[in-house]
């Protein structure tokens, strides 16, 4: 992809060893998933106290199942803003690459901080839950359905992702 965008040439190689078509989704994507880190990595270094740029970093990885680089990021996003929002994310990583005990720390930390806010929007309520729920925390996460989501919709998907955190884990993260 970088030849491409510097000459003018596509970069055949990787593409004449495809055998599928998604193989060669694959290798489109990992060709702009690294278009984009080298973006990326521009930002970090002219912002390097943004979090953000260290998260969709991560994201990035994420995308490409490369959960090890994924999880290195998203602690750098949070040693940049503690956010609980990064702290789930960081459990979900843990959890997608066996590491369970370590996960539920996490989610436990992630929960204790929605908690501590002051007030929390429709999205941290949703987010709380799911952590309050992978963290085994099922009867609290239950309570926090009825107490904080309004929308009979939604608190009605919630309970039901209850029922199996783990597939809606799954469903989340490739």
């Avoid at 930002?43 to 199942?65: D, E, F, G, I, N």
């Avoid at 501590?116 to 709380?128: E, K, V």
Wanted: aromatic share 10%.
């Amino acid at each position: 992809m970088q030849r491409f965008l510097h000459e003018g040439m596509p970069d055949t190689t990787a593409w004449a060893q495809a055998e599928t078509f998604s193989d060669s989704v694959r290798i489109l994507f990992r060709d702009v998933v690294n278009s984009c880190q080298t973006l990326l990595d521009s930002a970090v270094m002219y912002s390097p106290q943004s979090h953000l740029y260290y998260a969709r970093k991560a994201t990035l990885y994420l995308y490409c199942l490369d959960y090890g680089n994924a999880l290195v990021w998203m602690k750098k996003a949070l040693e940049k803003k503690d956010l609980p929002s990064l702290r789930l994310s960081i459990g979900m990583l843990l959890q997608k690459t066996g590491d369970e005990p370590q996960a539920r720390t996490w989610y436990r930390q992630a929960a204790d901080r929605y908690r501590a806010l002051d007030t929390l929007s429709q999205a941290d309520g949703m987010n709380y839950v799911l952590a309050l729920a992978l963290a085994g925390e099922k009867e609290h996460a239950y309570k926090a359905i009825d107490s904080l989501i309004k929308d009979t919709l939604v608190r009605g998907q919630l309970r039901r992702t209850l029922d199996d955190p783990q597939e809606a884990l799954d469903a989340f993260l490739p």
